[in-house]
Each structure stands twice: as C-alpha cells, then as structure tokens.
T-cell receptor
C-alpha cells in the first residue's frame, strides 16, 4: 500500500517568508508526528496529532511554528517569518497509536 | 537531560566483522523501544519493536535485544549494504517518542 508522502521534497525560501509543508499519512493511521532533523543530528520532536487534535505541541520551537490536521488525514506544518536556523529536513510519520511509526521521505527546507 | 543515548556515535567495520550498537534509556514507564535504519536523504525505516525486558527480535543479519535499561542491536557478519545510521526510539506516556542521536555504521568491503 501507499506509504507516507510529503511535499514539497525540497523548498528554498528567503528569510522572512512563510512556508507550508504537507504530509499525507498512511490511510487509517490516527496518529501523526512532525520531526525536524538538522544535518547529522537526531530527530527533534515538534508536534503530535491524535485524530485532528494535538495533545502535545511541546516541541514547537517558537510561535512562528504551527500545524493543523484536517479530516484525520492530511497535516500541514506552517513556519512564518522563516529564519536561517529553520533550515533542516522536516519529517512526518504516522502510526496506529503506540505502534511503530512509518516515516515519509522528508522536506528539505533551506532558508537563504 | 537526555532520555535516550546511543553509542558509539560512529562505527567502522570490515565486511563480516560482527558488532553491537547500544541504546540506553532513562525514562520510566517504557511502553516500547523501536529501532530504525536511516539511509542518507531518506526518512527512517522501521526495523523492530521491543516491549519487555528479555524480548528479542531478528531479521536477517540483525538481532535486537532489550533489558530494563538498554537495548542492543547486534549485527552478525555485516555487508556493505548494512551501512546506514541506526536510530533507536523509546515510547512512553501519551504516544510521545524520544529518539537517540543515532549510530552511523560504515561497513567496508
């Protein structure tokens, strides 16, 4: 079956612009996660959705970051007024609750 | 305070030279420990889930084990195609996963 998909695969933006990153989870997976991975680093947790609600937003680095999920499916991560330190690979994963996560290929964000 | 620590950070092996990667954790109330493989430019790929101390899982040349404080990923007679970064993650409370920083494995032919 289809895996987790993310778009765009690459995004180059100028400092100060807003960006939207999209994640399409595996059908039937109610849990959805966003992570950030800087070059050569581990995964930094950003936010977790169960259905359309986000019980844990503790990882969002600042109020410039927000995320939503609609219809228990697609999720969008929005970064406003991007900064150079936002440059990273943004990974989305989905799962059945408390089960293993399946990851998308990531979106590589470069802020110039 | 680190919840999950992986060692070594990097490991170079000759083809056929067996070794082990370590993942130690400090969280209590563990609901599961997960191993992933990540190739450059790709998202992590799920390998194993372990739920309780004493549990073991195997897949080809990989074997994962779990104690109350740590997990090991044993690699037997590795091949160059096993080269990747191996990540472990622990799950506890409210479906939040904590990832280690990974072990980058390089297997030379």
């Amino acid at each position: 079956g289809a895996g987790v998909s993310q778009s765009p695969s690459n995004k180059v933006t100028e400092k100060g612009k807003d960006v939207e990153l999209r994640c399409d989870p595996i059908s039937g997976h109610t849990a959805l996660y966003w992570y950030r991975q800087s070059l050569g680093q581990g995964l930094e947790f950003l936010i977790y959705f169960q259905g359309n609600s986000a019980p844990d937003k503790s990882g969002l680095p600042s109020d410039r970051f927000s995320a939503e999920r609609t219809g228990g499916s697609v999720s969008t991560l929005t970064i406003q007024r991007t900064q150079q330190e936002d440059s990273a690979v943004y990974l989305c994963a989905s799962s059945r609750p408390a089960y293993e996560q399946y990851f998308g290929p990531g979106t590589r964000l470069t802020v110039t | 305070e680190d919840q999950v620590t992986q060692s070594p950070e990097a490991l170079r092996l000759q083809e056929g030279e067996s070794s082990s990667l370590n993942c130690s954790y400090t969280v209590s109330g563990l609901r599961g420990l997960f191993w992933y493989r990540q190739d450059p430019g790709k998202g992590p790929e799920f390998l194993f889930t372990l739920y309780s101390a004493g549990e073991e899982k195997e897949k080809e040349r990989l074997k994962a084990t779990l104690t109350k404080k740590e997990s090991f990923l044993h690699i037997t007679a590795p091949k160059p195609e096993d080269s990747a970064t191996y990540l472990c993650a622990v799950l506890y409370n409210f479906n939040k996963f904590y990832f280690g920083s990974g072990t980058k494995l390089n297997v030379k032919p």
